[in-house]
């Protein structure tokens, strides 16, 4: 498998996924700026839509969309539980997260990145950013993790989606749940080789 990521990007949390599964994959950094590969060929003629993550399988197969994407990584290893049985409801509670993470948080932090994106409109973002988040916090009250004592694929996108608030004003630190949550996260072995393979390692 080919994993098409950019550094930081919500594709780390496929990325995590990945390592967290033991899965062998391949990284392919593909620029979102420039749409181009190291190589400098077209990552559109691979993507069209040119964000990331993609996934290529071996077969030559591509599958979008970083929700999907983790839940195709955890069934290829049940083992692992890193996502629940389909068909249980405990399954569509961690679809009702990765839905959240994305409509919720991933999405509302699109116009912080925007350089023409008027300041005034970016104070409406974060303080409606803030408030999702701070509900995030009261569900994870006395929980190691979003589905409970145990990591699945969730917890890897909700990582890398509130990793983003430090570098553009969302002030997460009154979180205390979620610092604790975060830490968690930080020091899985999984998401330090991520973070390392990806060059974000402090």
Same mark, same amino acid.
């Given at each position: ?63 979008? +969309? =970083? ?6 990584? *955890?069934?290829? %290893? @049940? !083992?692992?539980? /890193?996502?629940?049985?389909? #068909? ?52 994870? +009250? =006395? ?6 004592? *145990?990591?699945? %694929? @969730? !917890?890897?996108? /909700?990582?890398?989606?509130? #990793? ?39």
């Amino acid at each position: 498998m080919k994993l098409y990521y950019s550094p930081g990007a919500c594709s780390l949390s496929p990325h995590i996924v990945l390592r967290e599964a033991g899965l062998a994959f391949q990284l392919v950094m593909a620029s979102t700026k420039t749409k181009k590969l190291a190589d400098g060929t077209d990552y559109l003629a691979v993507n069209p839509l040119g964000y990331v993550p993609l996934l290529e399988l071996d077969d030559g197969q591509r599958l979008t +969309e =970083g929700p999907a994407i983790v839940q195709y990584i *955890a069934d290829r %290893v @049940p !083992d692992k539980k /890193l996502v629940p049985p389909w #068909g249980t409801m405990e399954r569509y509670r961690a679809l009702s997260w990765l839905n959240f993470i994305s409509s919720e948080l991933h999405k509302g932090f699109s116009p912080l990145f925007h350089p023409a994106m008027p300041e005034e409109a970016k104070a409406i973002f974060r303080q409606r950013l803030l408030e999702r988040f701070k509900w995030v916090d009261a569900q994870l +009250e =006395g929980r190691d993790y979003l589905m409970g004592p *145990a990591f699945t %694929v @969730p !917890d890897a996108y /909700l990582f890398v989606v509130a #990793g983003w608030g430090k570098h553009v004003g969302v002030d997460l630190s009154g979180q205390k749940n979620l610092g604790a949550f975060l830490v968690r996260m930080a020091a899985r072995p999984a998401v330090q080789e991520a973070l390392e393979a990806e060059g974000l390692a402090k």
